[in-house]
């Protein structure tokens, strides 16, 4: 893969999980995942991106880190050889990073695309306690008595010692994240714990995370007197390393510990001569953590991709509440959804008649009197029907009921989209104090997300009119139809309808001759038969009418309710929001993590097979570790 695409895929990740840390900042309940993801962050910049590159191993990066007054600078003077850090008593004085080149061969700084993110390094010195965005970097001048520069090698020649700010707090969004910045650039972590303030939470988590980073990390225990340093380490070994996140394999990480107690003036001054005993001893335990450059590089970035690996699995949990208010949203959404059928069912569909349904239903009658000549006989019924009729009328017209005036559709269900909006602006108001989805949607109401779904409504209804219109008359029309389109079942009801009433005057001339008033029966009678009939064709279109009713009820939900419900859901994700951020990167980190350990993983094993590990030399101090390439450092004899 060319080194322009590794650059675009880590660049992307680092953006992504710069964004959440920024994300989690927002929502002071985040605000401890805050530092994780800008450790991961940095780590894909300043650790997996260079090695993607090609970028050279050498320097490598020693870290001092601690919390407030636990004595860094002086921890730093003592890796340097010389007095280089500025020691102040004063707490957090250290505000941006400064990193210090021990005297040899010169190397190629660091200058990958996005190496120590937002931070730029100064051009001219400036005091340590400097709060701006920017590192640092001094070169540290050879002792006199080297005898010159050329001469003189230093015990750390192959690293760039850095001097930290002091660890606060996880939700600071100043000099800790430049602390980030280096930690995560590191090679060996040097922690610093005092005697004082040991225990410090914050301090402690620090070094949980930087451990859980598979960061090689050096305790330097500081300001106890000497004849307590034993205990001392052993009380922190036990209260401190003891409850470090455990390894896979279910061990403890080993990690050394040196004590640095209370030292004369003399010794702290003179780190090289008289306080070369805790400076040597401190030396060796960086020193044994490194093999060679390039088998640490291959330790740092394989342990950083790892990293980001447990990182990605915890997203989910920085964006749990924001899914938690997202589900109560679209619960609101639904709610209104539902409210808004039942106003249309109770205000329109119980009053609607469906008129136009009288009109087939007339037709439908029409169809079984007798075509062509039979309209003869059928004139005579009609006539033989006509006391029925009126009088049907008559009492029909004094039981029924005077039709009430129905609201017209479009009132109806505008005057529910009314009330459905107005109940999402009511509940959006009431919660936009506990997160920023509500209050987001408080705020662009009635600017956006209201006039936008009445939009969408009016659109949408234009469409239902449509639909409606023709479903309406294509289920009249199939009435009609059915019956006109089947010739036998047509004439057959015609045929046993006339059969039915001459069967009906027959029987009464038969049985009432001769000729009487009971005669009159057979006006009776054929009405009866023309009633019969007509039940039945009332029958028939009042199914049609029930089926179009609850058509209609489908297609208001189908065509208006279920669209404008989903939009509304998907509202608060869509149109450059931060939810639609959210959804976005949450899919993208997860793949994109996968895809960079398993570029680490290759190149590594690259690495590894085009260049095979010399035999490592047990350490007899630390069993745990080998140098092949660099021994411990003997303290000088007297």
């Known amino acids: 893969m060319q080194p322009t695409e590794h650059r675009s895929a880590v660049g992307q990740l680092a953006d992504d999980l710069r964004w959440l840390e920024d994300h989690c900042r927002r929502q002071p309940e985040l605000a401890a995942h805050a530092g994780t993801l800008r450790l991961a962050s940095a780590l894909t910049r300043n650790v997996i991106g260079p090695f993607l590159e090609g970028q050279p191993t050498r320097p490598l990066h020693v870290a001092v880190v601690g919390g407030a007054g636990a004595g860094k600078s002086t921890v730093v003077n003592f890796l340097a050889g010389d007095k280089v850090a500025e020691a102040n008593p004063q707490a957090g004085f250290t505000r941006h990073p400064t990193a210090f080149l021990p005297p040899g061969p010169a190397f190629q700084w660091p200058s990958y695309i996005g190496f120590m993110g937002q931070m730029h390094r100064l051009t001219q010195d400036k005091p340590a306690s400097a709060d701006e965005d920017v590192y640092q970097v001094k070169r540290i001048a050879p002792p006199p008595a080297a005898g010159g520069k050329d001469g003189y090698t230093h015990p750390l020649g192959e690293f760039v010692i850095w001097d930290c700010p002091d660890m606060t707090t996880w939700a600071s969004e100043g000099y800790v994240a430049r602390l980030m910045e280096v930690a995560a650039l590191a090679d060996v972590i040097v922690y610093v714990a005092s005697d004082e303030r040991y225990n410090d939470a914050v301090p402690t988590e620090f070094l949980h995370l930087l451990v859980k980073a598979g960061k090689a990390v050096v305790v330097a225990l500081t300001k106890m007197r000497a004849q307590d340093a034993d205990a001392f380490i052993e009380h922190f070994r036990q209260e401190i390393l003891g409850r470090l996140p455990k390894l896979p394999n279910g061990e403890l990480p080993a990690v050394p510990v040196v004590a640095i107690p209370h030292m004369s003036m003399a010794e702290r001054t003179d780190p090289a001569g008289a306080g070369a005993r805790y400076r040597v001893q401190l030396l060796n335990q960086i020193l044994v953590q490194c093999e060679s450059d390039d088998a640490t590089r291959a330790r740092t970035v394989t342990n950083a991709a790892k990293y980001l690996s447990t990182a990605g699995d915890g997203l989910l949990d920085v964006a749990r509440r924001d899914f938690t208010e997202l589900e109560s949203w679209k619960a609101t959404v639904g709610a209104g959804k539902t409210a808004f059928e039942e106003r249309y069912r109770r205000e329109y569909l119980s009053g609607e008649q469906f008129r136009r349904f009288d009109r087939f239903r007339e037709r439908l009658t029409d169809l079984l009197e007798l075509p062509s000549g039979g309209r003869v006989i059928g004139g005579i019924f009609w006539a033989l029907r006509t006391p029925y009729r009126w009088t049907r009328d008559y009492i029909f017209g004094l039981l029924a009921r005077p039709d009430v005036l129905n609201l017209s559709e479009q009132t109806v269900l505008t005057g529910a989209l009314t009330g459905w909006l107005d109940m999402l602006q009511a509940e ?90 009971l005669l009159l029966l057979i006006p009776f009678g054929v009405s009866a038969s023309h009633q019969f009939a007509e039940l039945a064709t009332r029958a028939v279109a009042e199914g049609a009418r029930h089926r179009v009713r609850s058509h209609r009820e489908q297609l208001v939900t189908t065509s208006l309710s279920s669209p404008l419900a989903a939009w509304l859901a998907e509202w608060p994700t869509t149109g450059g929001t931060s939810f639609e951020k959210l959804q976005q990167v949450l899919r993208r980190v997860p793949e994109s993590i996968r895809q960079m350990e398993d570029r680490v993983s290759a190149k590594v094993a690259a690495l590894t097979a085009s260049k095979p590990a010399p035999p490592p030399v047990p350490n007899s101090d630390n069993p745990g570790n080998t140098s092949p390439n660099r021994q411990p450092t003997e303290p000088p004899t007297a």
Not at 450 to 457: K, S
Not at 466 to 476: N, Q, R, V, Y
Not at 487 to 507: C, E, N, V
């Open 428 to 517: 959006s108001l009431r919660k936009s104090g506990s997160h920023t989805l509500w209050k987001q949607i408080a705020v662009r109401f009635d600017s956006e997300l209201g006039p936008q779904a009445r939009d969408r409504f009016a659109t949408d209804f234009r469409a239902f009119e449509l639909k409606e219109s023709e479903d309406l008359e294509e289920t009249g029309k199939a009435l009609v139809d059915g019956l006109e389109k089947n010739p036998a079942l047509l004439y057959t009801l015609r045929g046993g309808k006339l059969a039915l009433d001459l069967t009906i005057i027959g029987s009464v001339v038969y049985f009432t001759w001769p000729p009487g008033w």
